[in-house]
């Protein structure tokens, strides 16, 4: 058995109802000025995971950061929606880090 059938067995969920997707950056697919900016501190953690699971097609989520990726996981009730709603959440989190960052350079 794969490691996905064995989580999706062991969770409950089937393949035709949910799907586990991982989204992330690391060392080798970004440079580091944007893995900086995607960086989620572990004490956001909790936050960041709240805001996943309120998504519509999320039903459970993990982060990931350390200073070499950054690594959602998430498991969905469909895969290309789940998939867009967590890089439109990336996304956002990547504009309010720049423009605090940018409210502090003024």
Request: aromatic content about 8%.
């Amino acid at each position: 058995m794969l490691i996905a059938e064995i989580l999706f067995f062991l969770s409950g969920y089937t393949k035709e109802k949910s799907s586990i997707i991982v989204i992330g950056l690391n060392v080798h697919t970004a440079p580091v000025d944007v893995r900086e900016k995607l960086a989620i501190q572990e004490a956001q953690w909790p936050q960041a995971i709240r805001e996943l699971c309120a998504l519509n097609h999320i039903e459970e989520a993990a982060v990931l950061s350390t200073c070499n990726r950054i690594e959602v996981y998430v498991v969905a009730l469909s895969q290309h929606r789940g998939v867009k709603e967590v890089t439109e959440w990336m996304s956002k989190v990547l504009v309010c880090l720049f423009l605090c960052f940018f409210r502090i350079l003024k």
